[in-house]
């Protein structure tokens, strides 16, 4: 017949015995029973702890695995990326000179117009008066001078008549004094004659001029950009000139102001070529050439940057002012260069320079292996350096796999794109590999 189950029974004396192993562990004090029976929940939970820490313990020291990229040669291009807008080379806003009454309005936006033509007309009755009047004034002046000019006659003439008889002693003193006096005052009269007929003209000039100033002319050969004025309003010239047209001189030839950062302008110089998108066509490339690089800085939010121009062509006036365009200055270049990537540059082994690879999960002289391997804390990853970007002609190191230990090699660096960095001087080669990562894994 089978064996027939039958249910354990619960021997309380089964459950506390200590085993061998466990004596062994708790030391002498567990051989007495009594202390057994009393601490035998706190044994069961030693044990299974004890397992489960030799369940997972690792098998084998902790093996580094590197990531590689490897050394090129060609040329590289270094640029700077910066922002800015389109805009006309000549920008003029033009508005009246005078107060008065828009008469009528003889242009429209985009419309071409030349030099001296006429924008629009001011109401000009009132200034007509203004000249009229002026030049009455001017004629009534100078009939004031002839006047003058014929008192001056004769009282030159009495006051030598009366010098005559003064000089033979049939004149007194009194009469060759009243004499002399009033030529005196007849030439005053005539200066001041012909003074009032200066102001005179000068007031008709005045007058003659805001006549003029009623029609609102370009001053320069151009497109009408903007129109801010309607026929019947009333202008007021008086302590600011209103803008009525905003004209660009020529849209074929236009200018792109960008902001360059302080970081970037030192490399920055006139006479580089750069080439710029616009979101309008953002499958086309435009070039441009820098014609100035400003000294006066920009500060905003804290970022200071510094304003350069270019010039652009725009022959198919397919570029329009204020346009927001991304720019890329080529600021330098090789042609055939030893280039290895940056990765490569800020990759440090963990731990190199304190221990080697391998005895950091060792642990410390003196403790039990699997247990350091337990509690101790999981082996870093690769360090990258928090330092600033490599400076060019500067000393760099680099690490190659020598086997299964990295081992350094100082280059110095040259030109960098962000990307690739130029190889001065150093033992590399193209198709090298340079570490450039780091993780630690276990077999």
């Keep these: 017949m089978p064996d027939t189950y039958r249910e354990p029974m619960n021997d309380s004396s089964s459950i506390n015995a200590p085993s061998a192993d466990v004596t062994q562990l708790l030391g002498a004090s567990a051989s007495r029973p009594g202390w057994l029976r009393r601490n035998a929940k706190w044994v069961i939970i030693a044990v299974v702890v004890a397992g489960g820490a030799l369940m997972l313990r690792p098998r084998g020291p902790v093996?580094?695995?590197?990531?590689?990229?490897?050394?090129?040669?060609?040329?590289l291009t270094v640029t700077v990326t910066a922002t800015g807008n389109l805009q006309p080379r000549n920008q003029v806003e033009v508005g009246p000179e005078i107060s008065g009454q828009i008469d009528g309005v003889l242009v429209d936006f985009n419309d071409r117009v030349t030099r001296d033509q006429t924008l629009a007309s001011m109401d000009t009755d009132n200034l007509q008066a203004k000249v009229l009047q002026a030049r009455a004034s001017v004629a009534s002046a100078k009939a004031k001078l002839e006047e003058a000019r014929a008192t001056a006659t004769e009282a030159r003439t009495k006051a030598a008549r009366v010098r005559d008889l003064f000089g033979r002693g049939n004149a007194s003193k009194q009469e060759f004094d009243a004499a002399e006096a009033a030529e005196n005052r007849s030439r005053a009269s005539v200066a001041s004659a012909e003074a009032q007929i200066a102001v005179s003209e000068a007031n008709l000039a005045a007058d003659e001029t805001n006549l003029s100033k009623a029609a609102i002319k370009s001053p320069i050969d151009g497109i009408v950009l903007s129109r801010k004025v309607e026929p019947g309003q009333v202008v007021a010239a008086t302590f600011q000139t209103p803008v009525l047209f905003t004209l660009a001189e020529d849209l074929t030839k236009m200018q792109?102001?960008?902001?360059?950062?302080?970081?970037?302008?030192?490399?920055?110089?006139?006479?580089?070529?750069?080439?710029?998108?616009?979101?309008?066509?953002?499958?086309r490339q435009f070039p441009a050439t820098i014609t100035q690089v400003r000294f006066a800085p920009k500060a905003a939010e804290g970022v200071v940057t510094y304003q350069a121009l270019l010039t652009v062509d725009n022959s198919d006036l397919s570029l329009r002012p204020g346009m927001t365009a991304t720019t890329v200055i080529t600021t330098a270049t090789r042609a055939d260069a030893i280039l290895i990537p940056n990765a490569a540059l800020r990759f440090v082994p963990a731990g190199m320079g304190q221990v080697v690879a391998g005895e950091r999960a060792a642990g410390p002289p003196g403790n039990p292996p699997g247990l350091f391997r337990l509690f101790a804390p999981p082996i870093p990853k690769a360090e990258l350096s928090t330092a600033a970007a490599p400076k060019a002609g500067g000393i760099q190191r680099v690490w190659l796999l020598d086997g299964e230990r990295p081992i350094p090699l100082d280059i110095k660096i040259g030109l960098t794109d962000g990307q690739l960095t130029e190889v001065i001087e150093g033992a590399l080669r193209p198709g090298q590999q340079l570490i450039v990562g780091q993780q630690a894994q276990r077999p």
């Design 63 to 75: 093996a580094p695995v590197f990531t590689f990229d490897e050394v090129t040669q060609g040329g």
């Design 256 to 283: 792109l102001e960008i902001d360059i950062d302080e970081a970037d302008i030192g490399q920055v110089r006139d006479g580089q070529g750069a080439m710029f998108t616009v979101d309008a066509f953002p499958d």
